[in-house]
């Protein structure tokens, strides 16, 4: 039996489950935690940020970047909500963050003194927020609680969980019996009926269609044979691109997919939430639909399936892989008629040629397995449509809350994370301030992200729907920006102007060979064409409810 703080067991645990970087900025509440992190340094590692958001996104980066959970710490109060929208971004993306948030005084809790950094009500306001979380209350409980939260954040639906602890116990002594190891997360008993009732609805189909979200890119390879041996397409948009590698001609985003859907008597929705096919291109009885999802409860949110396979992804496919060919009709291959949409399709996005030349400049420069971090900008749009992806977990998007600025703190996190790999983070200029604070992080911890700013002066977005649609009657859209290019370099990181994208992929091909620090990449731009006409689209199927 060892004698340990609650900071102590906490942080033994964390790394026997194992979490090797905490990204955190420290306070007073926390005080104890930090000198125990500070004795596991050659473990784990503690990476402080500038502000609570950018240690909350570089957590989500680390964790979407390994699939693997990550921690940040924080102080209770405006530490917390600091953090918040981050937080809310890991919920959304299912993401395994771990937020460990201090508290006042154990015993003061819930009583209202107004001590510093109090909040009222910090455990309901986290517990809105996240799906699991828990006091840690005396140094004993210390283990078993991190040990929940990380089981808790791989059961069912994956996601971020949250453990509050107070100024006066993580510095409290006590007999800690030992550190457990993680578990291996409980497998959900598939349903063995639905299983075959999905083999034989997905084998007697004439026209299969595949849609993969986030929860598909852990089953890449698995997805990929379900295409082969259906000859069905599979579209993915932001978080479900990359698991059909693009040069696919299967490998479809949205405008084509939404073609495909049209067309489909049964679709197979693997890891998605199939939020905009069911709210927006429709769904009819002559439509099947098979889900696989983790989350029971997501599956008849808009309409009930003919099949809900509930679970983990990748084994669920490998057992429709092994039942499938006992009732797969015979397939005529797909592959020119693809291709031969595919073009014309090309030629239709054609329309974004200005976002589609910056893009095509990045994915020459950026390596196979390098990461592409998203954001809510001109060309971030354009990129969900029609960024080539290789490989899973290479294309990070910000799923349902699509929030704004969230891409270049997190990007670090995903940079930090995997150091050898290059990592691009793209950015409007709206955008990238929201986080800019991070670059001293960047070179504090040498971390080598390189970033892509586009600068049109605007809340580029938002400015193109006052000038179109509200009769030019602009309103808090224009920015006054700084030189980004003199800004960047005043933190000591490299940086440089360019103005086209011929100048960017000599600038990206510098940013990717330089390992010791980041680099950020200004590229001055006029309005672009909007993309909304392939991203918002009407009903193909059933009737408007509206
Ligand atoms: C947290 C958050 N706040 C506000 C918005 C609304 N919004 C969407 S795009 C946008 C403007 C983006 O500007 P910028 O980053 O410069 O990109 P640009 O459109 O100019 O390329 C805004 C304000 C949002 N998506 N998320
Ligand atoms: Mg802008």
Redesign the pocket.
Known sequence: MNRMTTAEATVATLISHGIDTVYALPGVHNDHLFDALSKVSDRLRTIHTRHEQGAAYMALGAALATARPRAYAVVPGPGLLNSG?ALLTAYGMNAPVLALIGQIRHDDIGRGFGHLHEIVDQAGIIKRLVDHSALIREPAEAPARVADAVRAMFTGRPGPAALECAIDVWGKEGAITSIPAPEAPAETPVDEDALVAAAKRLGAAARPLIVCGGGAQSAAHEVMLMSGMLQAPVLGYRRGRGVLDSRDPLSVTLPLGRELWRETDVVLAVGTRLHMQQSMWGVDDDLAIIRIDANAQETALFRAPAAALIGDAKPILRRLIDLLPAHNRARRSRKEEMQERQAQMRRRLDKLAPQLAILDAIRAELPEDGIFVD?????GFAARLAFPVYRPRTFLSPGYQ????WGFATALGVQDARRDTPVVAI?????FMYTANELASAIAHRIPLVTIV?A?G?????KRIQEERFGNRLIACDLANPDFVRFAESFGAAAERVRDPGELRAALRRGFVRRDGPTLIELPLGPMPSPWEFIHMPRVRGEDRT
């Open positions: 929208a954001e809510v900008t001109q060309i699509d929030n704004l600025g950015s409007g200029d709206g955008g586009f049109d605007a809340f580029g977005n938002v």
